[in-house]
């Protein structure tokens, strides 16, 4: 080596020695770990050696039990080589880790097992040994493997199985009245419920707003007397269509009050393109999809119409449905397509005829022999694919339809019995289920809530409603719960704690709040300390007696009547308006006298006249002349007798 560079690297140790003094600490770093090999080579041999005995041992021990195991005549007492074999395996595994432990920091850190076994140890079966180690580990690993793989094809299961999805674990039960739920809404982020009947009213339900009393926060009729057929929402959940029994549909807000209101037709024109409204009742009605001012409305009088709700002056547009001789249907159902392109509908004759939204005029699609002509097609339902449209048929029937192939139905359903023109049928969520309700007599059985899947269309589901006809059902995609309307007036909503959200799960958790007294009115005490004792009232001791007075009192504890709006109701009466004849034909009828008779009606104020005169007579005391009348006499009685022909003309 150079002397030139030996001295160059001491006096850079020197300098390096020097900075680290004035520097105050004591080198540059960490030294580098030095290791023994020779040492580190013998621990690994004899480690080698060790575990070698102890396998070795193992195997004579496991083959002495497989020894005793043959002579035992019981099969159960015996127990398997190869799992003893993992077993003692694991055993000495652990035992080598133990014994590992005690070995260099190198070989505990690692987790190596070791080198091979030496030759002469090889032959004598620890390759064998080793190998059953291995396997074992392996089995181990294995079985850890199989049981995700387990999971996780479970997991695949349940979303394969549509059925495991449907919401049913709980339900709750909503009371709308007596008669027909014929039309159930929800808003699009499913905050409030509505339902309508044919009972006219309309009830607003909320589910943040509700307890455990379940009670609507509201009920109106918004059509007076006339049923309510169809209730939807707009796609921004503003406003509600109200589609009833008479000619004109109308909108109403979020709170019930009135938005706007369709404009009649000219029942007098043929020509029902020519009219500005319908001029017939409406069977059914939905909003548009996309566009959150446009609404449709099909009518008895044979025609589909499309609302702008800016403007209610005129409709927007006529869709008229034809027979095969062109002759004039009646439309039950329509409903527009999940991309708004299309517009259904359902007629009467059997029909399912298909226009393209800004075409009015022909059809793009038609089949005349969807369902038994004369039956009502109760349903139309578009699949959120868009390329399927569900029917459900007054025939008892439901039928599935491929909108690029409409010549035949891709899949029949039959026996589902259904007697209203306004049964449901609806797509999951999921799109792989589609399902409807079935109708019933009065106790005739429970109505049933059915579910088919979409590709082979069995049933693959359905629940027992009650014991009434299941109309009306809608399964919301946002709560993931089912809405059913039945025909005894129930509205049912099921619900799962896990797999549905907000909705239902709202109202259940809140406990039912306390009834408030009822207020009765009684007659204050007035307290006067500085009157006279005649003047002064006794004071009362308690109130109950007084409340107990005034309840056994009928007069204080009649409760009013409420004054009757409309036409009339229950046998009652609407009040009379406040225009002078109305006044005036209420007197009239009111009047119990008989002026059939005038003389007789002016004789009966004569008496008293004659005994206290205080008009006229007072003024002619002294001039008035005695006044003579005539007497009927014996000659006039004559006279009355003789014939009319015969009698003095005067």
């Not at 359903?413 to 309700?437: E, I, K, Q, V, W």
Request: hydrophobic share 30%; proline share 5%; net charge negative.
């Amino acid at each position: 080596m150079d002397p030139n560079k030996v001295d160059e690297a001491s006096d850079k140790m020197s300098d390096d020695g020097e900075m680290a003094s004035v520097m105050g600490f004591s080198g540059f770093g960490k030294k580098a770990r030095t290791f023994d090999l020779e040492a580190i080579f013998e621990q690994t041999r004899r480690t080698a050696i060790e575990r070698s005995q102890l396998v070795l041992e193992g195997r004579q021990k496991d083959d002495h039990m497989e020894q005793q195991g043959e002579s035992s005549q019981s099969a159960k007492s015996s127990v398997p080589a190869p799992r003893n074999k993992a077993t003692a395996a694991t055993a000495r595994k652990e035992s080598g880790g133990s014994s590992s432990d005690s070995g260099s920091d190198s070989d505990s850190d690692s987790e190596l097992i070791g080198p091979p076994l030496p030759p002469q140890h090889t032959s004598q079966g620890g390759d064998d040994e080793l190998g059953s180690l291995t396997h074992a580990s392996g089995t181990t690993a294995h079985s850890d493997d199989d049981d995700e793989d387990d999971e996780g094809e479970a997991q695949d299961d349940d979303d394969d199985n549509p059925v495991k999805k449907i919401p049913d674990s709980h339900e709750i039960t909503l009371q709308h009245g007596t008669k027909i739920v014929s039309a159930l809404a929800l808003d699009p982020s499913g905050a409030r419920l509505v339902t309508g009947g044919l009972d006219y009213d309309v009830r607003f339900w909320d589910f943040a707003g509700m307890d455990q009393a379940l009670q609507a926060f509201r009920s109106i009729q918004p059509c007076e007397c006339h049923q309510i057929t169809s209730l939807q929402y707009s796609i921004t959940g503003d406003v509600i269509l109200v589609v009833s029994g008479n000619a004109q549909a109308k909108v109403l807000d979020r709170d019930g009050f009135n938005v706007m209101e369709c404009v009649k037709g000219d029942q007098y024109i043929v020509d029902m393109a020519k009219t500005k409204g319908h001029t017939a009742m409406l069977n059914s009605g939905c909003w548009h999809p996309k566009m959150k001012e446009e609404f449709m409305t099909c009518s008895n009088d044979g025609t589909v119409r499309t609302w702008d709700l800016t403007s209610e002056k005129k409709h927007k547009s006529v869709f008229k449905p034809r027979s095969f001789q062109g002759k004039k249907v009646v439309p039950t159902s329509c409903t527009y397509s999940r991309d708004g392109k299309l517009i259904a509908a359902g007629c009467q004759d059997g029909t399912i005829q298909i226009w393209d939204r800004n075409l009015s005029v022909h059809t793009k699609f038609h089949c005349r022999q969807a369902h038994v002509p004369g039956s009502d097609t109760s349903c139309l339902s578009f699949s959120y694919d868009g390329r399927t449209l569900a029917s459900r048929g007054g025939d008892d029937t439901l039928k599935m339809w491929d909108i690029r192939n409409f010549k035949k139905p891709v899949n029949v359903a039959t026996g589902l019995c259904n007697y209203y023109t306004m049964t449901d049928c609806c797509f999951s969520p999921d799109d792989r289920l589609l399902l409807t309700g079935t109708s019933v007599k009065k106790d005739g059985g429970n109505g049933k809530l059915v579910f088919f899947d979409r590709v082979s269309f069995q049933k693959v589901y359905e629940i027992e409603v009650t014991n009434a006809s299941v109309v009306r059902c809608l399964w919301h995609p946002k709560l993931n719960q089912i809405m059913v309307g039945t025909s005894n007036g129930l509205a049912k909503v099921y619900y799962d704690p896990v797999k549905s959200h907000r909705g239902a799960k709202l109202c259940v958790v809140k406990s039912q709040r306390k009834e408030r007294q009822a207020e009765t009115l009684t007659q204050d005490y007035i307290i006067t300390p500085h009157a006279l004792p005649m003047f002064r009232e006794a004071r009362q001791r308690s109130t109950r007696k007084q409340l107990e007075k005034d309840r056994l009192d009928p007069r204080k504890s009649h409760k009013p009547e409420p004054p009757v709006s409309g036409p009339g109701r229950g046998g009652r009466v609407a009040a009379h308006g406040g225009t002078l004849s109305s006044f005036i034909v209420k007197n009239i009828a009111l009047d119990k006298t008989d002026d059939s008779n005038p003389r007789q009606a002016i004789l009966r104020h004569a008496k008293e006249a004659s005994d206290n005169p205080y008009w006229v007579a007072p003024a002619y005391t002294q001039t008035q002349p005695v006044p003579m009348f005539a007497e009927e006499s014996e000659s006039d009685e004559e006279a009355e007798k003789e014939p009319e022909w015969k009698k003095r003309k005067i």
